[in-house]
């Protein structure tokens, strides 16, 4: 099993850009699909995006698509979240997951084993 922390959080001003990571430890870091999810003060954890274990296939939210980027590099057993053109909404703690092989119900918190302690972005109007 592998154990995940994220990195790259802060404050910036609206219509800025973050890069996230996400470094994870353990073994076999290239058989796990991984996600993005982020929760914003009072609200649900909600989806955001993810990647397949061979980082083919990428999936986003309608609220992020466009804007936001998901990546991996498995020799660095790290995942990448790009988020440009931010959004006061898009302000919450952001964590990653991940998920031994295939992606399954991606976009659902339940589908996930592992996850990061989380890091917060906060965007400013």
């Known amino acids: 099993q592998v154990q995940l922390v994220e990195s790259g959080g802060g404050l910036v001003q609206a219509g800025g850009s973050l890069r996230l990571s996400c470094a994870a430890s353990?073994?076999?870091?290239?058989?796990?699909?991984m996600a993005w999810f982020r929760q914003a003060s009072g609200k649900e954890r909600e989806f955001v995006t993810s990647i397949s274990w061979t980082g083919r296939s990428t999936y986003y939210a309608d609220s992020v698509k466009g804007r936001f980027t998901i990546s991996r590099d498995n020799a660095k057993n790290t995942v990448y979240l790009q988020m440009n053109s931010l959004k006061p909404e898009d302000t919450a703690v952001y964590y990653c997951?991940?998920?031994?092989?295939?992606?399954?119900?991606?976009?659902?918190?339940?589908?996930?084993?592992?996850w990061g302690q989380g890091t917060q972005v906060t965007v400013s109007s």
């Open positions: 353990g073994r076999d870091f290239s058989s796990y699909a």
């Open positions: 997951a991940a998920v031994k092989y295939g992606l399954g119900q991606h976009r659902s918190v339940s589908n996930y084993a592992t």
